[in-house]
């Protein structure tokens, strides 16, 4: 059962635009909720994280809105440019929950057309 | 300070052979992980250790087996490789001050035919 849900699978933007990745969850005890970005051929690394108190936290192009009743965020970048092509990848960590406690997404495939 | 590191970058494998995937980190992180990688269906966890001695099966454990060798080094071993095994394999490691941040290797990209 995947435990966040993420939307879409791939997304196409001209240059300046604003890229937006929907992400959706159940679980009421998850404490932190990180983005990952992974460029091709490298590793996942991390981007920006929000705790669930916070409705949006914003760090230069991109920013984090969390709807906390509709158990809803989603990873906005401004101003798109083609080196922001990437996959992204939400998440979901629950502290307490010992060592396997980040729950990640499908994954969303962005590319950034000049 | 090389964060993760894996060896090999590339491996391709015939039905049936073995092989064994090093992870090795010098971050001083107490727990390790072993994620796959395939089109569509994100980042999936193998197995985890959370310290030295200790390993744990995540998501898709079956066809694989891990050694934590010692705070650095987290090994995964294919014992008779298949073709579904065909992935991209990465290491991770999560320092102890945080839930949510993990750092990565640069990944192995295996093929079994």
């Known amino acids: 059962q995947q435990q966040v849900k993420q939307s879409p699978q791939s997304l196409i933007v001209q240059k300046g635009g604003i890229s937006i990745i929907n992400c959706a969850y159940e679980n009421t005890a998850f404490d932190y909720f990180p983005w990952y970005q992974q460029f091709p051929g490298k590793g996942p690394a991390l981007l920006i994280a929000i705790r669930p108190d916070v409705s949006e936290k914003k760090e230069g192009r991109f920013t984090i809105s969390f709807n906390k009743s509709a158990k809803q965020f989603s990873l906005h970048i401004m101003d798109s440019q083609p080196g922001d092509s990437a996959t992204y990848f939400c998440a979901a960590s629950m502290r307490g929950a010992g060592a396997n406690n980040l729950f990640f997404g499908t994954g969303t495939r962005l590319t950034v057309i000049p | 300070n090389a964060g993760v590191t894996q060896t090999p970058k590339f491996q391709v494998l015939k039905t049936g052979q073995s092989m064994t995937l090093q992870c090795a980190q010098d971050?001083?992180?107490?727990?390790m992980y072993w994620y796959r990688q395939d089109p569509g269906m994100g980042l999936r966890l193998i197995y985890y250790s959370a310290s030295e001695g200790t390993t744990d099966k995540g998501e898709v454990p079956n066809g694989y087996n891990v050694s934590r060798l010692n705070k650095r080094e987290f090994s995964l071993r294919l014992e008779s490789a298949a073709p579904s095994q065909t992935s991209v394999y990465f290491c991770?490691?999560?320092?102890?001050?945080?839930?949510?941040?993990?750092?990565f290797g640069p990944g192995t990209r295996l093929t079994v035919t």
């Open positions: 971050m001083n992180h107490n727990s």
């Open positions: 991770a490691s999560r320092p102890p001050d945080s839930s949510y941040e993990q750092y």
